[in-house]
């Protein structure tokens, strides 16, 4: 009786070994994924011109997932060496920690959640099972202990600052590894954003853990409304609460950048009639070149254009209709010809569950299609990253001085 007792444990154990070592690669595996379609070539002038931009990207999931950044892996949409083949300078890496059992596009109630399993699968520290504001602060954690192993390989993006130096190390071609060894490999820079800020718990008090732990970007909700506003993908799709009223203002007042991504029509409207910064729209498409209810109207890109913001276009199916740079291509050439090529910009939604044609070491490709889109070289150094140098460098500035400073007379 006791060796059947002790043969069973033994294989309940070895069982749940097996799962924890392969499910969180399985998932992925299952969520992130390149399509396989064939890619257009591309010509010497691309890659010539691509070596000289200075690439931002607006939105990324990887921190979600169970691997580590300094890798190459076999699965998902980037990591640093991959970024590096794609010569990304700056990487906006978000953070996500709820998100609907059987999530669409149209309607989820925030009832149930996936990322709870999948946070358990990861082995994630206990504190990230059941509160989403650990579960942010813990992605922070994440990067940042990959900052300190990179050397100054991967460079944290924090401050206008930040940004001055990394441009400035780029320049130079160089990065040290965590061992001093001086590589020629320039540095790629990262900053955090939230995606859904139903992870401040409601508590405003816990805005500032997410900007003592680097968080400079958040949008308010995710696929589900929460207590700041409705969500485009939500039950009742309504406007900003109060508490999503007060949670703008201070995020402005701080300096993190306000994302209108996955917000409902009347939380875009109300952040855009309370906006005093430029507001951006961190990842997905447009109505007139694909129309997904997630995407932008005309309206809703002039009124981000209006505030000087950043229309970031994703590369997914549901994103652009497809999943061809030339569809990519198609909607940045839309945005451009409504309201200026200054409010054009990348936002991938890599490793976000979603599908696409190539992952970031392959970024030529969308260089190619702005090409044989008949843009400018100037147009696409800003549409690929100059535009948002510009709006992060004035977003990230503090629009009220720390209380020490506005003391002095
Ligand atoms: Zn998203």
Redesign the pocket.
């Known amino acids: 009786m006791r060796r059947w007792l002790i043969a069973i444990l033994l294989i309940l154990a070895l069982a749940a070994l097996a799962f924890f070592a392969l499910a969180p690669g399985m998932i992925e595996r299952g969520m992130n994924q390149i399509d396989g379609k064939p890619l257009p070539p591309v010509s010497a002038r691309a890659q010539a011109l691509h070596r000289t931009l200075t690439i931002v990207d607006l ?1 990324s ?1 990887t921190l979600l997932w169970k691997r580590d950044i300094l890798d190459r892996a076999e699965r998902g949409h980037m990591d640093l060496p991959r970024l590096e083949d794609g010569n990304v300078a700056l990487q906006v890496l ?1 953070s ?1 920690t709820k998100s609907p059992k059987g999530q669409n596009y149209d309607a989820n109630s925030g009832d149930t959640d996936n990322i709870t399993s999948l946070v358990i699968a990861q082995l994630q520290p206990v504190r990230t099972w059941s509160s989403l504001l650990e579960r942010s602060l813990w992605h922070a954690e994440k990067l940042h202990r990959a900052v300190q192993r990179s050397g100054t390989e991967l460079w944290p993006v924090a401050a206008p600052k930040d940004i001055d130096s990394l441009l400035f190390a780029r320049s130079a071609g160089t990065s040290k590894t965590e061992s001093g060894t001086i590589v020629s490999r320039p540095p790629v820079g990262a900053m955090l954003s939230v ?1 859904g800020l139903h992870n401040l718990e409601g508590d405003i008090a816990n805005l500032d853990k997410l900007y003592a732990a680097g968080f400079r970007m958040g ?1 308010l909700t ?2 589900f409304d929460n207590d700041l506003a409705g969500s485009m993908h939500g039950l009742k799709k309504g406007g900003l609460t109060p508490f999503g009223r007060e949670v703008v203002s201070e995020m402005e007042a701080k300096g993190m950048i306000v994302d209108i ?2 917000c409902s029509s009347a939380c875009v409207a109300d952040i855009l009639k309370m906006a005093r910064r430029p507001v951006v729209s ?3 498409g447009v109505q007139a070149t694909c129309k997904v209810n ?1 995407n932008l109207s005309d309206a809703q890109i002039r009124g981000v254009a209006a505030t000087g913001g950043l229309i970031g276009i994703g590369y997914w199916d549901a994103a652009v209709c497809d999943t061809s740079p030339a569809s990519i291509a198609k909607a940045m050439k839309h945005v451009r010809d409504l309201v200026g090529i200054e409010h054009v910009a990348l936002g991938s ?1 890599y490793d ?1 569950a979603t599908t696409v044609r190539f992952d970031t070491s392959k970024l030529v490709q969308v260089t190619q299609a702005l090409i044989d889109a008949g843009f400018s070289d100037d147009e696409i150094r800003a549409a690929m990253g100059g535009n948002a140098i510009r709006v992060l460098k004035a977003g990230l500035v503090p629009l009220t001085p720390p209380p020490s400073i506005a003391a002095v007379p």
């Open positions: 939105h999931d978000a996500t995606e949008g995710h696929f991504a996955h961190s990842h997905g997630r939604d976000g």
